[in-house]
């Protein structure tokens, strides 16, 4: 089937722009994740949404991040007044629920942002 | 939070060749995945191994649990194994901690 999905592929923007990156996770998967990848800084987590459950928000970097997820779906990670230090690529994940047990996280292509 | 280190940070293969890829983890897991992240930038699930060993094709992976390490073995490598090796460890909060990556490099 379809794997994850995620869009745009490449965005660049001028500083303090706000972005929208858009994730389209595997059909069934109750579990979303968001993590960034930078030179400087590797592969890390942003945000994970279960559910209907509270998402844990405890990886975004600033309050300038947000992201939402609709009917359980599709997710948008907003990035407000972007800086140069958000230049990185932006990857989406998504997994099935197994009644709380972790299951392999399958990766989107990633969006990649600069910030000029 | 967990330290996640993987050795070599690279690698250079002679096409045919077999190597051996290594992540160790500082404290306890609940799961460990590895990935290969091609030229392209797409990360490719390898295996979900949290103790034990599999194997698919010419790669397969060990991980020893109680020992806090994970292998990753390629066995007559090619030029398409070319790409970044990432070891990634999840404690029960869903969230996975990433190694540096091992960047390999097979010449044909």
């Known amino acids: 089937g379809a794997g994850v999905s995620q869009s745009p592929s490449n965005k660049v923007t001028e500083k303090g722009k706000d972005v929208e990156l858009r994730c389209d996770p595997i059909s069934g998967h109750t579990a979303l994740y968001w993590y960034r990848q930078s030179l400087g800084q590797g592969l890390e987590f942003l945000i994970y949404f279960q559910g209907n459950s509270a998402p844990d928000k405890s990886g975004l970097p600033s309050d300038r991040f947000s992201a939402e997820r609709t009917g359980g779906s599709v997710s948008t990670l907003t990035i407000q007044r972007t800086q140069q230090e958000d230049s990185a690529v932006y990857l989406c994940?998504?997994?099935?629920?197994?009644?709380?047990?972790?299951?392999?996280?399958?990766f989107g292509p990633g969006t990649r942002l600069t910030v000029l | 939070g967990i330290q996640v280190e993987q050795s070599p940070p690279d690698l250079i293969l002679q096409e045919g060749a077999n190597s051996t890829l290594r992540c160790n983890f500082s404290?306890?897991?609940?799961?460990l995945q590895w990935f290969h992240q091609n030229p392209w930038g797409q990360l490719i699930n390898l295996f979900y191994i949290p103790s034990g060993t599999k194997q698919n094709g010419r790669l397969s992976a060990t991980t020893v649990a109680t020992e806090r390490y994970s292998l990753l073995y390629i066995s007559s490598s090619q030029t398409t194994d070319s790409g970044v090796y990432f070891c990634?460890?999840?404690?029960?909060?869903?969230?996975?901690?990433f190694g540096a990556g091992t960047t390999v490099t097979v010449r044909a």
């Open positions: 994940a998504s997994s099935e629920d197994r009644g709380g047990i972790t299951d392999t996280q399958y």
């Open positions: 990634a460890v999840e404690r029960g909060d869903y969230k996975l901690s």
């Open positions: 404290d306890s897991v609940n799961n």
